[in-house]
């Protein structure tokens, strides 16, 4: 009966270890979430809390948002850094759909609503969006997933479909080396765990999902910010849950 169940016990060993992937604080990043408690964050209470050990988010046909609202890392402001997590996101509407981001070098733009703007690695389901750079209450997509850009400028442009007759536009000049979407989609387990890496350093970005690069990004606007909040958003729309755990920071020189 022993020689019978030391292949079983192996066996749920290995399986507790491969589960546990981030568990533990990697050598230089500190723990920012504690897996228990809200301590350190600040939100909406009514749509955010701490559900299996995980910072939760969740919206319900009864318990909706009016528009896109954040848990906010308090008292910090990290420049450049690397963010490591895993997330866990599903639609609990008939499409199935759902969207949620990790928001960096952001700005809190209304204290009361937990309003947002800055970088986004975004994150949705099903796959389209997940890892990509986008900019909440800014220059908003600035790439395809997987890809790998040059930032320009932002200026304005003729737009007679805008009453001032114009719009904003950023330059963004498409490098070589992208990760196909494909190869993201291949890695993005839907409605499982994730591993997200967010690295800023100076003005390169990385994103990755799952060890896959899915953004690359070299900032050129002197105007944009280079350091600010870390938070995690609750998308307005169909109810969702978005779930974040084991969560480190990295600070780089």
Known sequence: MKNRLLPALALAA???????????????????????????????????????????????????????????????????????????ITGQNPEGRANSGVQYRSRVLDAATFAVGGYQADIDIPFR???????????????VAGEKIRIGATTEVPDTKKKDGKRKQTAVEKLPGATPAADIAAAYKLGEWNEMVITANDNQLRHTVNGVVTAEATETDANIAKSGVIALQLHIGPPMTVQFKNVYLKTLP
């Open 14 to 88: 290995l399986t507790a270890l491969a589960s546990s992937a981030f568990a533990a604080a990697p050598a230089g990043f500190k723990e920012i979430f504690d897996g228990k408690t809200l301590a350190g964050w600040d939100g909406n209470k009514d749509v955010w809390s701490v559900r299996d050990g995980a910072l939760t988010g969740v919206t319900t046909p009864e318990k909706g948002i009016k528009a896109n609202t954040f848990l906010v890392l308090k008292d910090a402001q990290p420049a450049n850094f690397e963010l490591r997590l895993q997330f866990k």
């Open 129 to 143: 969006y997940t890892g990509m750079l986008y900019e909440e209450k800014g220059r908003g997509i600035l790439m």
